[in-house]
């Protein structure tokens, strides 16, 4: 076998290897991710403070981001389709399938309206704190009103008993009249 030969096996075998172990990195560190004694061991919960612990760590050298390593793996969960792709090719479909979902649910946006002139700017202020102004007024009204209807409905009550009372003597008194 021919020099160049045997170094073209031994890369293509290195590069196997290699696709072998970036699919167990990131298939661990999503892993370690999600484990909550690791996160109470190392003094982190945040996700994204955990996340570049673990680039830091372990995935620094692929280019990529913990979490767009996590949504691919999400996507490609098999070792085969690691073993016989790139990262790059593995992102790059990954990215093109995020982008085409997003398109499918993505909603028209509404038109953006042209920007406010600064002086209708200030005048819509001074109407707001107008508006906010007659608020707190009226709310001040409304609780003075609620006073008066309880103290008149109270000085109603009072007023019905007194006319019951009054009925009652006008009833005793034409009783004893008849009588």
Same mark, same amino acid.
């Given at each position: 076998?021919?020099d160049?030969?045997?170094?073209?096996?031994? %890369?293509?075998?290195?590069?196997?290897?290699?696709?072998?172990?970036?699919?167990?990195?990131?298939?661990l560190?999503c892993?370690?991710f999600?484990?909550?004694e690791?996160?109470?061991?190392? =003094?982190?919960?945040?996700?994204?403070?955990?996340?570049?612990?673990?680039?830091?760590q372990?995935? =620094?050298? %692929?280019g990529?981001?913990?979490f767009?390593l996590?949504?691919?793996?999400?996507?490609?969960?098999?070792e !085969?389709?690691?073993?016989?792709?790139?990262?790059?090719?593995?992102v790059?479909?990954?990215?093109q399938?995020?982008?085409?979902k997003e =398109? @499918?649910? @993505?909603k #028209? $946006?509404?038109?953006r *309206?042209? #920007?406010?002139?600064?002086?209708v700017? &200030?005048?819509?202020? *001074? &109407?707001?704190e107008w508006? !906010?102004?007659?608020?707190?007024?009226?709310? =001040?009204?409304?609780?003075?009103?609620h006073?008066?209807?309880? $103290?008149?409905?109270m000085?109603?009550? $009072?007023?019905?008993?007194?006319?019951?009372? %009054?009925? *009652?003597?006008?009833?005793s $008194?034409a009783?004893?009249?008849?009588?």
């Amino acid at each position: 076998m021919k020099d160049y030969k045997r170094k073209i096996t031994q %890369l293509k075998k290195l590069v196997t290897e290699a696709r072998k172990n970036v699919y167990q990195r990131v298939k661990l560190c999503c892993e370690v991710f999600a484990d909550m004694e690791y996160r109470g061991d190392i =003094g982190i919960d945040a996700d994204d403070e955990v996340a570049a612990e673990l680039e830091k760590q372990f995935l =620094g050298d %692929l280019g990529q981001t913990f979490f767009t390593l996590q949504a691919v793996y999400n996507h490609f969960p098999s070792e !085969e389709q690691w073993r016989d792709s790139t990262i790059v090719e593995l992102v790059s479909a990954w990215d093109q399938y995020r982008r085409e979902k997003e =398109g @499918r649910e @993505r909603k #028209p $946006r509404a038109e953006r *309206k042209a #920007p406010v002139p600064h002086k209708v700017h &200030e005048q819509l202020e *001074k &109407e707001k704190e107008w508006a !906010e102004s007659q608020v707190q007024s009226l709310r =001040g009204e409304t609780s003075a009103l609620h006073e008066e209807v309880t $103290r008149l409905r109270m000085e109603n009550a $009072r007023l019905q008993g007194r006319i019951e009372e %009054l009925e *009652k003597i006008l009833e005793s $008194r034409a009783e004893f009249a008849a009588a």
